[in-house]
């Protein structure tokens, strides 16, 4: 999905989100990068008009993104939707604020977990990116998380007899793998807020 999208849904005089314009280098990493084998990913904690977790991953020069209602799991045995949206910029990556009233997506949004992300099988970052691009044109996408909060290898799957912007996200049963309700986990600066609030 292109970034037009994601420009066409919002007015930045009224919006602090970030201007569609800026993003990263698209295409082959350069020969430092090539040493590394990671991309960037964030998950945002969105109290929108339902509070949802928005998992975004930086792919070619853009943050592919996906909504997923109930948060991400890190147990095998809950497969969560997420809900594939417009492609955001790579300077998403780092907001945090309150979308005024009004504006798509109104309300606060928090950095909830950030970190790096490779596809399963690369050992450079040419061959992440290839896979990942693969795995998106497909409909399944295996990867390793490197967060704070997430950690561990991961699925996305498309739905075949659903919306076309269906997905499940799916952790997979490796050392990672808990129980632990991950929504109970509030953000760092959510807590900030909170104890201003007291």
């Not at 007015?11 to 800026?22: D, G, H, I, M, R």
């Not at 990556?93 to 309300?107: R, T, V």
């Not at 076309?164 to 986990?185: G, H, R, V, Y």
């Amino acid at each position: 999905m292109p970034l037009n999208e994601y420009k066409d849904k919002r007015n930045f005089k009224k919006t602090p989100e970030p201007v569609s314009e800026k993003k990263k280098r698209a295409g082959q990493a350069d020969k430092k990068e090539k040493q590394q084998v990671s991309l960037e990913f964030v998950v945002h904690k969105h109290f929108a008009s339902h509070l949802h977790y928005d998992l975004r991953l930086e792919l070619d020069g853009v943050l592919k993104s996906w909504a997923i209602p109930k948060g991400p799991t890190m147990n095998p045995k809950e497969k969560r939707l997420a809900v594939m949206v417009e492609d955001h910029p790579f300077d998403y990556g780092d907001f945090e604020g309150i979308i005024p009233e009004g504006n798509y997506g109104a309300g606060k949004v928090y950095i909830w977990d950030r970190g790096t992300y490779r596809s399963r099988n690369a050992t450079n970052k040419d061959e992440s990116i290839t896979e990942l691009r693969e795995g998106l044109s497909k409909g399944h996408l295996t990867f390793i998380l490197e967060g704070k909060i997430l950690k561990g290898e991961f699925a996305l799957i498309k739905l075949k007899k659903a919306s076309p912007k269906d997905w499940l996200m799916i952790k997979k049963n490796d050392e990672f793998a808990s129980e632990e309700d991950l929504t109970k986990i509030e953000a760092p600066n959510e807590l900030l807020d909170k104890k201003k609030m007291k």
